[in-house]
């Protein structure tokens, strides 16, 4: 996969906005979640929507870390397109994730873990820039990988 190129300062705003992600990942241990954490982040730096996994807590499958950030800064912003923010998430997105980035016309992923096993932003299946969908986003992966990864990694083995 080929990365966009970034600036010093946008790889700056990246780490920066993964220390809030992983943040939110921090919250879903409270309640026995996957920690998973994730922002929206609007063109100007202002954080619009975070959320963590809260599947256990709510018991929704559909309760994922980007799914809540994404309708939290729906709501705020009074739109569904969110076409000029930035979605910053702890592991890759998932299929149901990856689509719901699509259809809300966000326009850049930026991630920590790959997920060898659900991803859907190059590891498993390529949702987020499937040529025949009406909208691509550009993926910026490996931001705090080895703390997002160990995050993960940590909770498993306490659950296993």
Known sequence: MRLPALSPVAREQHHAWMGLALAEADAALAHDDVPIGAVVVGPDGTVLGAGHNRREADADPTAHAEVLAIRQAAARLGRW??????????????????????????????????????????SVFEV?????????????????????????????????
């Open 81 to 122: 397109r969110l076409e000029d923010c930035t979605l910053v998430v702890t592991l890759e997105p998932c299929a149901m994730c990856a689509g719901a980035t699509v259809l809300a016309r966000i326009p850049r992923v930026v991630f920590g873990a790959w997920d060898e096993k659900a991803g859907a932003a190059g």
């Open 128 to 160: 987020l820039r499937e040529p025949r969908l009406n909208h691509w986003v550009e993926v910026y992966p490996r931001v705090r990988e080895h703390e997002c990864a160990d995050l993960l990694r940590n909770f498993f083995a306490t659950h296993r």
